[in-house]
């Protein structure tokens, strides 16, 4: 159910940290898992805090939420991560009322991306608003908001270039094997995390190597069995790990593990190894660097790349910004005659008691109206106050324009 209540957008924050500032293991300190997620929703209210939601993926950890000022929601935010506020606070961006609500719409365009025009975050952030929803934690304005979003983002997929090419790490990590491994249709390849990561990691995979020498490990092992079955994949128990390890040529991890689960033992005199690691934090083990027979490629390198599309995705930018200028104007309308609703709903209680006062009667009569229109001139009445309110914005003057405009109605 949504909460309804007066909304202030100047009381509207975004505040979080990203890849521009922060590197992997750090934002891995800010990471928010399903856990941590339900347990800040719990605890808001004791913040002084009851409308927000929470974007946590490899590139960024974003609050937005309706508050007094934004440490309430870096505080609660922090309440639940491994590093303090003070680092936050440190590394943090703080976006306020309209900027804040254009910082969401540029996130979910992809223009706010490691990898300009990634269309995976659309789904992170339907994910976290619906979590947030199943809490409580989402009231009209917030709903209606990443509608509005959802829309735009679509619309920019459609009307624009800007997601073409090389759009997601996912990919970026396949377009790296292609470019770096010789005969890569005679590598064992080991997949280690089947959740959206890299369920679509796995499909780039077998799309774009044209491979099936492919074995997928998953903590939980009926995900990675039933993606492995579609795909007509391999599949191995957790349990199983070091010795996949030991005879892989190549290895991706997409966990959201809190400590890494490679270990250099793992590695060691095991053989030439390519790892590439799309998990934040980093789910390869530090020391593992250090072997001369490992090549390890984490998300922030990886991000680094460039493709020959990229110059055909930057050109696309004013475009996307267009069409998210649109959707906020839409928007921003809605919720100013959202803010208007009680002066709507006093006029047409107080043009439908003028219609039927005697006084009024007597004088429509003199006019010989025939049938009676009165609901169909109301509502053209207040649609029209609606128009003017929002071209200027002067709701008192409007209502006594609006009862002489309806007298004057029924005379035409």
């Given at each position: 159910?949504?909460i309804?209540?007066?909304?202030?957008?100047?009381?509207?924050?975004?505040?979080?940290?990203?890849?521009?500032?922060?590197?992997?293991?750090?934002?891995?300190?800010?990471?928010?898992n399903?856990?941590?997620?339900?347990?800040?929703l719990d605890?808001?209210?004791?913040?002084?805090?009851?409308?927000?939601?929470?974007?946590?993926?490899?590139?960024?950890?974003?609050?937005?939420?309706?508050?007094?000022?934004?440490?309430?929601?870096?505080?609660?935010?922090?309440?639940?991560?491994?590093?303090?506020?003070i680092?936050?606070?440190?590394?943090a961006?703080?976006?306020?009322g309209?900027?804040?609500?254009?910082?969401?719409?540029?996130?979910?365009?992809?223009?706010?991306?490691q990898?300009?025009?990634?269309?995976e975050?659309?789904?992170?952030?339907?994910?976290?608003?619906?979590?947030?929803?199943?809490?409580?934690?989402?009231?009209?304005?917030?709903?209606?908001?990443?509608?509005?979003?959802?829309?735009?983002?679509?619309?920019?997929?459609n009307e624009?270039?800007i997601?073409?090419?090389?759009?997601?790490?996912?990919?970026?990590?396949?377009?790296y094997?292609?470019?770096?491994?010789l005969?890569v249709g005679?590598?064992?390849?080991?997949?280690?995390?089947?959740?959206?990561?890299?369920?679509?990691?796995?499909k780039?995979?077998v799309?774009?190597?044209?491979?099936?020498?492919?074995?997928?490990?998953?903590?939980?092992?009926?995900?990675?069995?039933?993606?492995?079955?579609?795909?007509?994949?391999?599949?191995?128990?957790?349990?199983?790990?070091?010795?996949?390890?030991?005879?892989?040529?190549?290895?991706?991890v997409?966990?959201?593990?809190?400590?890494?689960?490679?270990?250099r033992?793992?590695?060691?005199?095991?053989?030439?190894k390519?790892?590439?690691?799309l998990?934040?934090?980093?789910?390869?083990?530090?020391?593992?660097?250090e072997?001369?027979?490992?090549?390890?490629?984490?998300i922030?390198?990886?991000?680094?790349l460039?493709d020959?599309?990229?110059?055909?995705?930057?050109?696309?930018?004013?475009?996307?910004?267009?069409?998210?200028?649109?959707?906020?104007?839409e928007f921003?309308?809605?919720?100013?005659?959202?803010?208007?609703?009680?002066?709507f709903k006093?006029?047409?209680?107080?043009?439908?008691?003028?219609h039927?006062?005697?006084l009024?009667?007597?004088?429509?009569?003199?006019i010989?109206?025939?049938?009676?229109?009165?609901?169909?001139?109301?509502?053209?009445?207040?649609?029209?106050?609606?128009?003017?309110i929002r071209?200027?914005?002067?709701?008192?003057?409007n209502y006594?324009?609006?009862?002489?405009?309806?007298?004057?109605?029924?005379a035409?």
């Amino acid at each position: 159910m949504s909460i309804q209540r007066p909304t202030d957008l100047s009381k509207f924050f975004t505040a979080g940290i990203n890849y521009k500032k922060s590197n992997a293991p750090t934002r891995g300190e800010f990471a928010i898992n399903s856990v941590q997620y339900a347990s800040i929703l719990d605890t808001a209210s004791s913040f002084g805090l009851n409308e927000l939601f929470i974007l946590s993926t490899c590139n960024r950890t974003e609050i937005y939420g309706f508050a007094e000022n934004a440490q309430q929601l870096i505080q609660l935010l922090c309440s639940q991560t491994q590093a303090d506020i003070i680092t936050f606070n440190k590394l943090a961006y703080i976006k306020q009322g309209k900027e804040a609500i254009q910082h969401l719409f540029e996130v979910s365009a992809g223009l706010d991306s490691q990898i300009l025009g990634d269309y995976e975050i659309v789904g992170q952030i339907k994910a976290a608003v619906k979590f947030s929803k199943q809490h409580g934690c989402i009231g009209a304005f917030t709903d209606r908001l990443v509608n509005f979003v959802l829309q735009s983002s679509k619309a920019i997929k459609n009307e624009t270039s800007i997601s073409g090419g090389t759009v997601s790490v996912s990919f970026a990590a396949v377009q790296y094997i292609r470019e770096k491994v010789l005969n890569v249709g005679e590598k064992k390849i080991v997949l280690l995390g089947t959740g959206k990561i890299g369920r679509n990691t796995c499909k780039n995979l077998v799309d774009y190597l044209d491979t099936k020498n492919i074995t997928l490990i998953n903590r939980t092992g009926e995900k990675a069995s039933a993606l492995a079955d579609e795909l007509g994949l391999h599949y191995e128990p957790v349990e199983n790990l070091p010795e996949q390890i030991a005879s892989a040529d190549i290895i991706l991890v997409a966990t959201n593990a809190p400590a890494p689960t490679i270990l250099r033992n793992h590695l060691a005199g095991k053989g030439q190894k390519l790892i590439i690691d799309l998990s934040v934090p980093y789910n390869v083990e530090q020391p593992a660097r250090e072997l001369a027979n490992v090549t390890i490629v984490n998300i922030d390198e990886l991000s680094k790349l460039k493709d020959e599309t990229l110059a055909k995705r930057q050109a696309e930018v004013p475009k996307a910004k267009a069409i998210i200028t649109r959707y906020m104007t839409e928007f921003v309308d809605w919720l100013l005659m959202r803010k208007h609703a009680p002066i709507f709903k006093a006029v047409k209680i107080k043009l439908k008691e003028i219609h039927t006062s005697a006084l009024f009667s007597n004088y429509s009569s003199t006019i010989n109206i025939e049938g009676n229109k009165a609901d169909e001139k109301i509502q053209r009445v207040i649609n029209g106050m609606a128009t003017k309110i929002r071209v200027r914005n002067q709701g008192g003057c409007n209502y006594i324009e609006a009862i002489n405009e309806f007298i004057s109605s029924e005379a035409s």
